[in-house]
C-alpha cells in the first residue's frame, strides 16, 4: 500500500464512505463481517486528484471544432483511469458549475469537482484572444479597477481558486495582465477566501506572479529556463507549481507522429471515436507538422523538464496536473502519463505518485482526500504491480473505488454509452443550464451554450431577436438563440469580435478573421468586423446600409445588396 507518503504491506478496512482502519506489517485483521478483497500482488493507493483539467475541452488538434459537449465521456475516462478528484482550471462559468453542483450533490457519478470557472485575463490575452466573442470563459482585467466588477460576477459561484493567466505570447506577442492588477486580484481573492493559481509560460511571469502575492502556478515555464536564484525564491515563499508536462509532450508526439496509443483498440474505451479520428487527420494536423513547429515544440518540451528539475532540486512543492483537454493530453489518462514524465524529469517515484495524491489533496485544502488513512474519503486505486518499482503499473487499473464504492469500468467504457445521472433531471425551464437534451422541459431543446431553448425548425420558429440555430448532432433538430443586441454598423463587441446578423432580427457578437471584401472565410465561418461570411461561397463580403444611412458606399462601386428579409432588420452585403 501507498498512503499518499509512504510505502509498506498493509490491509485497508472501508466502511461506507471511508477509510476506517489501515493495518500495518502482517498482522491480521479480524474480519466479522462484509468483503475481503484479495490484491496479492497488486498496490492499493490513493484515488488520483488531477489538478488541471479542462472538463468541456476535447483532445484533438487546435484545429479540431467539435461542437459536442464530451462532459460525460471525459467523466467516464477519468474514473476509469482512476482520477477520482480534479481541479477544473477553465471552462464556461456556468456549465462547470452546474457539474459540480451535480456531482457534490450525487446526481452524477462524478470525480470530486473543484473548479475555478473563468479565467481572469487581459482583453485579448490568452486564451481569448482578439476576436473571441465574449462569454463566460474569461473575464477581462485591464487595470485594477476592473477586478471588483469581475468578483461580483465570478465569486456567486463561490469558485474554489481563481485562475488568472501571466503569458506574453512568445513569437505572437499578447497582451497580459499589468502587475498591479496581480496584486489586486491577490487582495480581492485573499479578501474573499479565495486562493491564486496562475498560468505562467515564462520566468517573468513567475516574478511577476510571486512580487504581486500569488506562489501557486498552473504551468512550469516552458519558453525559457528557471534560474536556480528564482527557484530557491520560489522555495522560500511556499510556491507550488503543477508542472503539467504532459502538454508539451503531447504536442512533440503530435507534431512528430508519435502517437502510438491511436492505433490501440483500447483507446476508444476512453476517447471519443471523432477525436482520434481528428488526431489521425493529416489537414488537421497541417499547422503541427511543420518544421518551425517542431523545433519551438522540441525546445519548450526541454525547458519544461529542466525546469521541473531545477525547482525539484530547489525545494519546490510538486503537485501533479495534466492540462487535459489539450491536443493527445487525454482525460484520465494523461495524469498517468504526467506522473511517468515526472520521475522521467528526476523526481522519485514516490514523489510523482505524492504529488497526484496526498500533496495534490493539500494544494486543494482536502486533509480528508489523497491519502490512505483512517477517516479519510475512501476514493482508492489498486493496480496490478507496484509503481513505485515501475510507473507503468498505473495503466493496469484493476479496481477503483469512489467514495468507498467500487466502480464497473467496464460499463463506464465510452462504447457502452452508460448514463452518469444517478438522478435524470427533466422538465428544466427557459434559461437553465442543461448538460443533455432530455434535460429540458416540453418544445425546449439544449442550446449549444448549454441553455434550454425553444425548439425552433426555421427563422418563423422563434421570437423576434432570436435565431433558430440548426444543430444536426440534436436530437431536437435545432433551437432558438437570443441574439445580444450588437450594432452591425457600430460593430461594439467587446475583445473585437465581430458583430454578425443571424436572421429573424437577432445580431450577435462571433469569432473575429481577418478576411473582407470577397476573401474567403476563416474557421468557424469567421470574418473580420464589418464583413459577415457567405455560407454558399465561404467568402467574406462586407456590410452595408440598403438605406444609406449608417454604413458608407460599397467599395469600388460595387452593389449594396439588399439582405434585410433575411436579416429581419435593415442590412445588406456589398457585391
Request: hydrophobic letters at 45%; proline letters at 6%.
Amino acid at each position: 500500500m501507498f498512503d499518499g507518503a509512504r510505502a509498506a504491506r498493509a490491509t485497508v478496512v472501508i466502511e461506507g464512505d471511508r477509510v476506517k482502519q489501515v493495518v500495518f506489517d502482517e498482522r491480521g485483521v479480524e474480519v466479522a463481517g462484509g468483503e475481503v478483497v484479495d490484491v496479492t500482488g497488486k498496490t492499493v493507493l490513493p484515488g488520483l486528484i488531477d489538478l488541471h483539467v479542462h472538463s468541456l475541452s476535447v483532445a484533438g488538434p487546435y484545429a479540431y471544432h467539435d461542437g459536442d459537449l464530451h462532459l460525460e465521456d471525459h467523466t467516464k475516462a477519468m474514473l476509469r483511469s482512476g482520477v477520482t478528484s480534479y481541479l477544473d482550471l477553465g471552462s464556461s462559468q456556468h456549465v462547470i458549475f452546474e457539474q459540480r453542483a451535480r456531482a457534490r450533490a450525487g446526481e452524477v457519478l462524478a470525480p470530486q469537482v473543484f473548479a475555478a470557472g473563468p479565467l481572469l485575463t487581459a482583453t485579448g490575452g490568452h486564451p481569448c484572444a482578439l476576436g473571441s466573442p465574449p462569454g463566460d470563459f474569461c473575464r477581462f482585467i485591464d487595470s485594477p479597477a476592473d477586478v471588483d466588477e469581475a468578483f461580483d460576477a465570478l465569486l456567486p459561484d463561490a469558485p474554489d481558486v481563481i485562475k488568472i493567466v501571466l503569458e506574453s505570447g512568445g513569437s505572437q506577442p499578447l497582451p497580459r495582465l499589468s502587475s498591479d492588477s496581480v496584486a489586486a486580484i491577490a487582495h480581492a481573492a485573499g479578501a474573499a477566501g479565495v486562493g491564486v493559481i496562475a498560468h505562467a509560460t515564462e520566468a517573468a511571469d513567475i516574478e511577476v506572479a510571486l512580487d504581486g502575492g500569488v506562489t501557486r502556478f498552473a504551468h512550469i515555464p516552458d519558453q525559457d529556463l528557471i534560474s536556480p536564484e528564482l527557484a530557491r525564491r520560489m522555495a522560500a515563499a511556499g510556491a507550488v507549481v503543477i508542472p503539467t508536462l504532459a502538454v508539451m509532450d503531447g504536442l512533440y508526439r503530435a507534431a512528430h507522429g508519435a502517437l502510438a496509443e491511436l492505433d490501440d483498440p483500447a483507446l476508444g474505451d476512453d476517447v471519443p471515436a471523432d477525436v482520434i479520428a481528428a488526431l489521425r487527420d493529416p489537414s488537421l494536423l497541417a499547422d503541427m507538422r511543420t518544421a518551425r513547429y517542431k523545433q519551438l515544440v522540441t525546445e519548450w518540451r526541454a525547458h519544461a523538464a529542466a525546469n521541473l528539475l531545477t525547482c525539484y532540486r530547489a525545494g519546490v512543492t510538486i503537485a501533479a496536473g495534466s492540462d487535459a483537454g489539450n491536443p493527445a493530453v487525454f482525460h484520465g489518462l494523461a495524469l498517468r502519463r504526467e506522473i511517468a514524465l515526472l520521475v522521467e524529469a528526476g523526481m522519485t517515484p514516490a514523489d510523482a505518485l505524492a504529488a497526484a495524491t496526498r500533496t495534490a489533496a493539500d494544494v486543494l485544502g482536502r486533509p480528508d482526500l489523497g491519502r490512505i488513512e483512517e477517516g479519510a474519503i475512501a476514493d482508492v486505486l489498486v493496480v496490478d504491480g507496484d509503481p513505485l518499482a515501475d510507473v507503468g503499473a498505473l495503466e493496469r487499473v484493476a479496481r477503483v473505488y469512489r467514495a468507498g464504492v467500487l466502480l464497473d469500468r467496464d460499463a463506464l467504457a465510452l462504447p457502452r454509452g452508460t448514463s452518469l445521472a444517478t438522478q435524470p433531471r427533466t422538465g428544466a425551464g427557459p434559461g437553465a443550464t442543461c448538460l443533455a437534451a432530455p434535460e429540458c422541459g416540453d418544445a425546449l431543446s439544449c442550446s449549444p451554450d448549454q441553455r434550454c431553448a425553444a425548439i425552433c425548425d426555421g427563422p418563423s420558429a422563434c421570437a423576434p431577436g432570436s435565431a433558430c440555430l440548426l444543430d444536426g448532432g440534436s436530437p431536437t433538430g435545432g433551437s432558438c438563440a437570443e441574439g445580444d443586441g450588437c450594432d452591425l454598423f457600430a460593430q461594439d463587441c467587446a475583445n473585437g469580435a465581430a458583430c454578425v446578423f443571424l436572421g429573424n432580427g437577432a445580431t450577435s457578437c462571433w469569432y473575429a478573421g481577418a478576411g473582407s471584401g470577397g476573401q474567403p472565410c476563416d474557421g468557424l465561418y469567421a470574418c473580420a468586423p464589418g464583413s459577415v461570411c457567405d455560407e454558399a461561397s465561404i467568402t467574406c463580403k462586407d456590410l452595408c446600409d440598403p438605406r444609406g444611412e449608417r454604413a458608407a458606399a460599397c467599395p469600388g462601386g460595387g452593389k449594396c445588396v439588399d439582405r434585410s428579409a433575411i436579416a429581419g432588420l435593415p442590412v445588406g452585403v456589398c457585391e
